[in-house]
């Protein structure tokens, strides 16, 4: 694989010259360098691992919102909704300000999600 990388002239300089002082050409020193990073990254797991931000946090049983959405999906069908247990907190066309709303009336933790009609067909990704 060729790779073409448009640098900024100070920093190809900088590549150039350090490159001369290890006695290297441009290419192996800007392969090396890639390298060293992807391994180091590899080994600390900064990208290939997720980010866990929270544990043993309590799951919320959605039952309720759940029973509420088949009681009124068709009344919302196509509209983003919040939802507290069976209390219908904000809906609208725009998501930023159904949890905008929400959170505006205390209820940040909301269920926030896009309704869709009964005989939408389920998502597949691309």
Known sequence: MSLIIDLPNELEQRLEAEAKRQGLSTDTLAR?????KLRSEDQNGASAQPRIL??????KD?????????????????????LDGEKLIASGDDLKQVVS???????????MMRVE???????AGF
């Open 101 to 111: 709303t929400a959170r505006r009336l205390g209820v940040p933790g909301a269920l």
């Open 62 to 82: 959605r039952a309720s919102e759940v029973e509420w959405l088949q009681k009124h999906r068709d009344e919302y069908a196509g509209q983003w909704i919040a």
């Open 32 to 36: 090396n360098m890639l390298e060293e």
């Open 117 to 123: 009609p009964n005989d939408a067909l389920p998502f």
């Open 54 to 59: 929270a544990k043993n946090l309590p799951i």
